[in-house]
């Protein structure tokens, strides 16, 4: 055991294998369906919930499909260099550490 009482949960999950895929915040896109083909989710709410990862997946996809150039990359601080191999896609962009969707937004 490398950590203390401080983070509980690792108790229960340590021997997860995918610790992020079990995360509460993404419960919903994990759980939703398999509780309404349990008859537990009444109709308009699984109706909002699949508009809702409609969304998710459109502005996934715009993500992908963006290109955000590298000296937009060293002009905001988040590159020393131009890096080699032309644009970064946006939301490889979004994944890098203190970048916000509304900064990938404005490059």
Do not use: C
Not at 42 to 52: G, R
Not at 61 to 89: C, D, F, K
């Amino acid at each position: 055991v490398s950590r203390g009482t401080l983070e509980p949960y690792r108790m229960f999950t340590s021997r997860a294998e995918h610790r992020l895929l079990l995360r509460a915040d993404n419960a919903d896109a994990r759980l939703t369906r398999i509780a309404a083909r349990a008859g537990l989710v009444p109709k308009t709410k699984l109706e909002a919930w699949e508009a809702k990862q409609a969304l998710v997946e459109r502005g996934m996809a715009a993500l992908a499909a963006a290109a955000v150039p590298g000296r937009v990359l060293l002009r905001a601080g988040l590159v020393e260099t131009i890096p080699a191999g032309g644009p970064r896609r946006a939301d490889r962009v979004l994944a890098m550490p203190g970048v916000t969707l509304e900064a990938v937004e404005r490059m």
